[in-house]
């Protein structure tokens, strides 16, 4: 299984890995991190989180190829608080957060994420889960896919886009991502289509909407704050800029002192920020990495540490 783990010294090394430490995984994928972090925590323990039964499956032999002091949960990272209650674990080392797909779930086509291959109008991370992107792309009425092209999309022909969609699903359904990408160009001419290629920011936003992303991420970064150990670090890597925004925003609001208090003397201990950045600015692949890895090019890594 080729899979290529984007940032994994930067995020390795940035996790502070401490030999009896309890770390999360949110997004074990094919276990590019998880081994590295297991490799390095001999007496200690990982719980890593996954929807994709196929990802669970490989990284489940692969870690074990290494020792047994892990557990994974067959579940999305949104699951995180209740999972780590279940299992009694209220604080934890550590927690990554890698929230691109895949290169295995990129590369097969029957997953339905690339508009380079073709296949079903799927991409769902949890194959369990009745709501894919063929629902969007046949239900979804006009002003619906004009919202959500422009807004998890950032495409500027999003009107012209879900119009040719609505006409040409009027005479039979999209089923597959080939079908689509030619509508995308139909919609939008050759000139602009491949100069642009809006066919990226379409497929993007078809998929946080079908797997719910950004609103997840939102939702677990704080309950991920709440279970760091003081001095625990969370490392997010993200791949596109809603993601980053959203990140970003998160960690300067638990790391920065509210402006209201920010004159006083003593700040009280309960108004004290949570975090502090370890990094001013984002950590970027290298050009070793890009040069092996060119879906490295949009990755950010944000980390953060306990105080």
């Known amino acids: 299984m080729k ?4 940032l994994l010294k930067e995020t390795i090394d940035n996790l502070n890995l401490k030999e009896d430490g309890i770390y999360i995984d949110a997004t074990l994928g094919y276990a590019g991190h998880s081994k590295q972090i297991l490799n390095k925590i001999k007496n200690g323990f990982l719980f890593a989180f996954d929807a994709d039964e196929e ?16 557990h994974i949960f ?41 508009f380079m291959q073709d296949g079903p109008l799927d991409m769902r991370m949890n194959q369990k889960q009745e709501f894919s992107a063929f629902d969007i792309v046949n239900h979804y009425d006009k002003k619906d896919l004009v919202t959500l092209f422009y807004q998890y999309g950032e495409e500027s022909k999003s009107k012209e886009i879900a119009e040719e969609i609505i006409k040409s699903r009027k005479e039979k359904n999209i089923l597959t991502t080939e079908e689509l990408v030619k509508i995308i160009e139909k919609a939008v001419g050759a000139n602009y289509f491949y100069k642009k290629h809006p066919e990226r920011q379409i497929f993007q ?37 809603l993601e980053d925004r959203i990140v970003k925003r998160i960690f300067k609001k638990y790391s920065e002192v509210n ?31 890009l040069e092996k890895n060119s879906r490295s090019k949009s990755a950010k890594l944000r980390v953060v540490e306990r105080i």
């Open 205 to 241: 936003a078809i998929r946080i909407e079908v797997n719910n992303e950004l609103n997840v991420l939102e939702k677990v970064l704080p309950e991920a704050i709440s279970l760091l150990k003081t001095g625990g670090r969370i490392c997010v890597i993200t791949f596109h800029s």
């Open 259 to 289: 402006e209201m208090l920010k004159g006083l003397p003593e700040i009280p201990e309960e108004y004290k920020p949570l975090l502090k950045m370890v990094h001013k600015k984002p950590i970027e692949a290298s050009q070793e990495e």
């Open 74 to 114: 067959s579940t999305n990272f949104s699951n995180m608080k209740e999972c780590m209650k279940e299992v009694n674990v209220l604080k934890v080392d550590g927690i990554l957060f890698d929230l691109g797909v895949s290169s295995p779930q990129i590369d097969s086509a029957c997953r339905g994420f690339s």
């Open 3 to 6: 899979h290529y783990s984007v």
């Open 55 to 70: 990802a669970i499956s490989y990284s489940d032999k692969e870690l074990r190829g290494i020792r047994d002091n892990f």
